[in-house]
Every structure is written in structure tokens, then in C-alpha cells.
């Protein structure tokens, strides 16, 4: 399995709510918005020019979508989109062995603290069990 992937989990009708309102903001962001620009910037040169057809909405976003991937193949995918940044952390072995090692001394500890808390627990409830079965007059 790889773990550099995350799984979204989505659930019920209001998940998939959010999910289609996320999928709708990102195609409003991405393509509508910036092809609402390309029509207006289109049909406010066309007005100077008595030959240039008017745009509707469908044609400035494909507008938007050949200038942004004539800018993209041109490029050569030197292009990046990225959120965040990460600084690569240098595998050191023996330190995760370290970890590792310490981790289960901690755990072997929890585990016979837990075992040795319930026997004198155990040993606790017979002694009140056994005094309480007197009967006094």
C-alpha cells in the first residue's frame, strides 16, 4: 500500500453535499471565473473591430482552457501547481531503530504495570468478598 496517499472518506448525503460543493468552487475557480474574463476581454476588443463575432460564457471558458494548455505544453511541463511545501527528511536508520526500540520498552512496561494494577485488584476484591461472607450477630 502507498502511504503517500490519503483516503477521504465521505459520508451520507451531507459528504457528498460538501464533496459536490468542493467539485463545484474548484471548476468555478479554475474554469468559469477565468473564462468569464477571456469572454469579457474578448468581446470589449470585438466592439472596436466591425468583423469580430461576440462570445457567450461556453466559448470564453474554452478560450481559458486552449490558453492555459498552449501554456502549459509550451512549458514542457515545467509548470507546477503546489500547496504547501515539504522538507525532505534524510533517512537516518539508526535512529528509527532507536525509536523503535524505545517504543517497546514503553509498551512492555504499560503491559506488565496493567497485569501487576489487575492482580492486586484481584487480590483486593477476594479479601472484601471473604469478609463480607461473615455473618455477624
Not at 478560450?63 to 522538507?87: D, E, K, P, R, T
Request: aromatic letters at 10%; a positive charge.
Amino acid at each position: 500500500m502507498n502511504k503517500r496517499f490519503n483516503v477521504i472518506r465521505i459520508n451520507g448525503i451531507k459528504g457528498l453535499l460538501i464533496a459536490a460543493f468542493i467539485v463545484g468552487c474548484l471548476i468555478a475557480g479554475f474554469l468559469v471565473f477565468p473564462g468569464w474574463v477571456c469572454k469579457g476581454l474578448w468581446n470589449f476588443a470585438a466592439g472596436y473591430f466591425t468583423q469580430m463575432p461576440q462570445m457567450n460564457m461556453l466559448h470564453g471558458i474554452m478560450l481559458w482552457c486552449i490558453i492555459a494548455l498552449s501554456l502549459y505544453a509550451l512549458n514542457q511541463g515545467n509548470f507546477a501547481i503546489s500547496i504547501g511545501h515539504s522538507v525532505p527528511v534524510p533517512r537516518n536508520d539508526e535512529r528509527i531503530k532507536e525509536i523503535l526500540r524505545q517504543l517497546n520498552e514503553n509498551s512492555s512496561a504499560i503491559i506488565k504495570n496493567e497485569i501487576i494494577n489487575h492482580d492486586q485488584n484481584e487480590n483486593f476484591d477476594s479479601q472484601n468478598n471473604e469478609n463480607n461472607d461473615k455473618i455477624t450477630k
